[in-house]
């Protein structure tokens, strides 16, 4: 009686429910799997890779490899953190590009595979716009848990890889009004930090040591790019020089000014970002703001987009940290919306590197 009881309450449950997807994230270096019911992520686990820190940087076949380690174990993690089975699953979504051939290649692959063999649709991803729809996900802001952006807004979309500003009409309707021309911020952060000597990644050690000295000590120029484009190569330029300089008159000058060369490089960084991102909100009349992507995690940038937002009257939306950096939390609500549109692709598809938004 007891084991038809569970049977019957388990047949129920699952009838109230319209989807259960499987979110897949291999676009870098980490390898991660999400469980999405209804909208509701209730699992996301990350395996990061720590090998690429002796090199100084992402090496694109290390990276490959080991998700081909990771990948089972973290999926069978999510399901099972899920309470569920692989049979309960309605799809499999996963993030097709852009990002690393070889690492998209081992989620593709993966995705293609489970869908095939438990016959089940598969949802391909854009990575970049999945780090938006992060945003939809419950209790994603603080304060109000229902809280989210309304249509249309901008989000600020900041990583190692990408810097962008894009105007968000729709869950997939989105338009980039304005990119970097050369550098990504996330890029700027890592390669500054190489510079003065820290490991990798660098970018959350600069915000680290930032909180430790003057933003105000030091000056460096903030490039002058028409319209709503970014540039970050003469900056990093521009600091390559001032370090070298400076040490070649103290040896030391790294190590006695650590925390006021990270606190003015981060200001500076912070300030092209916002700059631009202020100049998008007046041009397209949106009061709606909202930042994505793995610099979103960056201190000096939440709170200087808080204190912005005050004095322009816009409503602020920061991502819980984990779903700043790269997750398969993004994929499976993204996928999920896809679901919902009944938004498949045939097992021929494969992954690409550049992919558009």
């Not at 390898?31 to 890779?49: K, L, M, R, W, Y």
């Not at 953190?81 to 290649?105: C, E, H, M």
């Not at 989000?155 to 810097?163: A, P």
């Not at 397209?284 to 909202?290: E, R, T």
Request: proline share 5%.
């Amino acid at each position: 009686m007891n084991t038809f009881l569970i049977a019957l309450y388990f047949v129920l449950f699952k009838l109230q429910i319209v989807a259960i997807v499987l979110g897949i994230e291999s676009s870098c270096d980490e390898t991660s799997a999400s469980v999405c019911i209804d909208g509701e992520i209730v699992s996301n686990i990350i395996a990061n890779q720590t090998i690429h820190e002796q090199y100084g940087g992402v090496v694109p076949e290390l990276a490959s490899r080991v998700h081909q380690q990771n990948i089972i174990p973290a999926v069978h993690q999510a399901i099972a953190q899920a309470k569920i089975n692989k049979k309960d699953i309605d799809a499999v979504a996963f993030t097709r590009g852009p990002g690393l051939l070889g690492s998209l290649l081992v989620g593709t692959s993966f995705a293609k595979a489970f869908a095939l063999a438990n016959e089940i649709p598969l949802i391909e991803v854009n990575h970049m716009q999945a780090h938006i729809l992060a945003h939809f996900i419950p209790n994603q802001h603080e304060g109000d848990p229902a809280r989210k952006p309304a249509f249309p807004f901008l989000c600020l979309t900041v990583s190692g890889g990408h810097t962008q500003i894009v105007l968000v009409k729709d869950y997939f309707d989105m338009e980039v009004v304005g990119e970097t021309l050369d550098d990504a911020a996330g890029e700027a952060f890592d390669k500054t930090a190489k510079i003065l000597n820290l490991p990798y990644p660098g970018g959350p050690l600069i915000d680290k040591y930032a909180k430790q000295g003057d933003s105000k000590k030091y000056q460096f120029p903030e490039p002058q790019i028409p319209g709503l484009n970014f540039s970050f190569s003469g900056l990093k330029t521009s600091i390559l020089y001032f370090i070298r300089d400076h040490v070649k008159e103290n040896p030391n000058f790294i190590e006695e000014n650590l925390g006021d060369i990270c606190a003015s490089i981060q200001q500076r960084i912070v300030s092209i970002l916002l700059n631009k991102l202020k100049k998008a909100a007046e041009i397209y009349h949106v009061k709606d703001i909202a930042i994505a992507g793995g610099v979103s995690a960056n201190s000096g940038l939440r709170t200087s987009l808080t204190d912005l937002a005050k004095q322009k009257g816009w409503n602020v939306f920061i991502p819980k940290f984990e779903f700043c950096t790269d997750n398969a939390g993004m994929i499976a609500i993204a996928g999920y919306r896809k679901y919902l549109n009944k938004d498949f692709v045939g097992q021929d598809v494969a992954p690409l590197a550049r992919m558009g938004m």
